[in-house]
């Protein structure tokens, strides 16, 4: 099993709509996530922070189940600017901390 | 404040050439890192530097070397390219937080293409 896993997409939605994308990670003493938005031919930047059972940001949610080791994002009300690829982001747990990047979701949100 | 910034942006090179990327971060961090972006494959970590004055191998560090030149600084060596090196090269920096993980700051990124 892959460290970081997600389904790569594409995501179609119109504007407005609910999406959902999950990610499920192996290291099961994983204790904080992230995920991460790269929109094309850019770098990635920190989208959302999970520490505990999840994380609200505005139309943004990031939840995380420990028991089946998968972390979700749901992102209400769509807007075409939510177009990107949502990065999953696991930290090794041990040593120092280095990151383990899922390989990405697509999202593509039309009018 | 600029963030952190890389050089070149775009770099076409002959097999067996070599180059370097620099890197630069303004923001203080202890910890900078490079990662490589290939299609399909996700970042992947080719080395880092916890501190100043520390460098250690990543995931995939076969083929590159690497300095971190001062606390601002570190740079990543292709001594000799191979096409398969071709990829989008990521330089990020990073504080500790008080979680043990900060949030990492990415660079705009270096295209390279060895044929």
Redesign the interface.
Known sequence: RKE?EQD?GPFNVPEGATVAFNCTYSNSAS??F?WYRQDC??????LM?V?SSGNEDGRFTAQLNRASQYISLLIRDSKLSDSATY?CVV?ETMG????V????TRLLVSP | NAGVTQTPKFQVLKTGQSMTLQCAQDMNHNSMYWYRQDPGMGLRLIYYSASEGTTDKGEVPNGYNVSRLNKREFSLRLESAAPSQTSVYFCASSEVARTGYGEQYFGPGTRLTVT
């Not at chain 1, 990047?101 to 990405?104: D, H, L, Q, R, S």
Request: hydrophobic share 30%; charged share 20%; glycine share 8%.
């Open positions: 970081v790569p204790q904080s992230f031919r850019k770098e990635p930047k920190l922070s520490y990065l930290p120092f901390q280095k990151l990047f899922g390989t990405g």
